[in-house]
């Protein structure tokens, strides 16, 4: 580049710190398209955040507690994913019906009758469902390796990584390296 009276300036960034910008940047479009997803009635409870560095790696610690408490393997799998990413992508969401009726496709017949039993609201899961794939298609736009991952969503919300109340969370890790780490999994 050349600038007025000066000479020739020269300007290097390694590629370390170019993709790892670039994974935040993607994470920040995610954070939006998660916000701006459709929503039944359009209530918005949608809550997202990014963890990175010590958060995630205590996330990963919680996966595989989880997943050899349970007798779960691919909790453990996953929380290896986790670890080789340098950061997740968190979307959670409260448990509060819509208030929407007739519905009844939590099963519970309307409602009052979820609230009562202490049921999942199918269209709050939806909403978040919703959501969670809007931010997979803006990694996926932006060529960001990723993958959802319940397990990851459930030790957030064990840890209480989320800011506000949620009852219901996907992890979505990031990776931007020569092969996607989440083909040949065991």
């Known amino acids: 580049m050349e600038g007025p009276g000066k000479g020739r300036i020269e300007i290097q960034i390694n590629s370390d710190t170019l993709e790892g910008e670039g ?5 920040r479009r995610m954070a939006v398209a998660a916000r701006t997803a459709p929503k039944a009635r ?11 560095g010590e958060d995630k790696d205590r996330m990963a ?51 009052e009758g979820c609230e009562q039993a202490g049921g999942l609201c ?15 298609s803006v990694a996926a736009d ?9 397990t ?10 989320f800011p506000g109340e949620v009852a219901n ?3 979505i890790p990031l990776s931007a390296t020569g092969k996607s780490p989440f083909f040949d999994r065991k």
Do not use: H, W
């Open 122 to 136: 199918a269209i709050a899961a939806a909403d978040l469902g919703i959501a969670v794939g809007s931010a997979a």
């Open 142 to 150: 932006q060529r960001v390796d990723n993958r959802v991952l319940f």
């Open 42 to 52: 359009g209530v918005d409870e949608i809550l997202t955040l990014v963890v990175t």
């Open 23 to 27: 994974l935040l940047e993607a994470a």
């Open 169 to 171: 969370a996907y992890g």
């Open 61 to 111: 610690d919680e996966m595989e507690r989880i997943g050899r408490e349970s007798d779960r393997a691919f909790f453990v799998r996953d929380a290896g994913n986790v670890r080789n990413c340098p950061a997740v992508v968190l979307i959670g969401a409260p448990n509060r019906t819509r208030k929407v009726s007739p519905c009844g496709f939590c099963g519970f017949g309307d409602c």
């Open 152 to 161: 990851a969503g459930k030790a957030a919300m064990a840890l209480g990584l």
